[in-house]
């Protein structure tokens, strides 16, 4: 990264815990009270974007059971009590971020808990990459290269789904060009790096 980037790195960690909060990596026996305390975070994320809690309680107590050792809970506690955290799932060789939320508001908790702290396990674990989710040019800022995401759908109706494949052809072509943009106009980085994480060129 370069020095101003990680400049704003250090102080952006050292202030997100500044008021006694301390992280903890949860994964493989996770309680239901820790379930219960996560559960919290995620119905309150929807409430605050005006959004549905589409996975009930029941569902993160099964994945816990089922798939423990490829969660990856960050929680934050502050005097005893958790108050914000982060579910990610571990790959093979990626570790995804998928949800955060918080019951109380702390600056810069936030970039901990979701990218620094993911970077930090990955890093440990021997994972290649982090991949933080879709959208956000706050993450730019903070090593998170763009990257094509991909999803699936059946649109049932002929009509339609000839709109949106008409659509999606030029927003495939609108991606492409922005990605490129960020890459050569507003990488944090002090070299290129392309879509694997190599070393492409140096920016001098």
């Known amino acids: 990264l370069a020095y101003k980037k ?20 949860l994964t493989g026996d996770i ?17 605050r974007k005006w959004g549905t809690a589409y996975l009930n309680r029941e569902f993160f107590s099964r994945v816990g059971e089922t798939m423990g050792e490829q969660i990856l809970l960050v929680m934050c506690k502050r005097a005893g009590r958790y108050i914000a955290g982060a579910i990610n799932f571990i790959g ?6 998928r949800n955060w939320g918080c019951v ?11 990218y620094y702290q993911a970077i930090d396990f990955a890093i440990e674990r021997g994972l290649k990459r982090v991949e ?21 759908h059946w649109i049932s109706d002929p ?35 392309d879509f694997d994480g190599h070393e492409a060129l140096n920016n001098g």
């Open 132 to 152: 933080a989710g879709a959208q956000g040019g706050h993450k730019l800022a903070r090593g998170y290269m763009p990257k094509p995401t991909y999803s699936a």
């Open 159 to 193: 009509r339609l789904r000839t709109a949106v494949q008409r659509y999606l052809a030029d927003e495939r072509q609108y991606v492409r060009e922005d990605i490129t943009y960020i890459e050569e106009r507003h990488s944090p980085f002090r070299v290129k790096v």
């Open 6 to 25: 990680r400049k704003n790195i250090r102080r952006e960690r050292r202030d997100a815990l500044a008021n006694g909060i301390e992280i903890e990596w």
């Open 92 to 97: 093979s060789e990626t570790l995804y971020g």
């Open 31 to 47: 309680s239901e009270a820790q379930w219960d305390a996560f559960y919290a975070f995620y119905v309150d994320t929807g409430g």
């Open 104 to 114: 109380e508001d702390h600056r810069f908790l936030h970039f901990e808990t979701c």
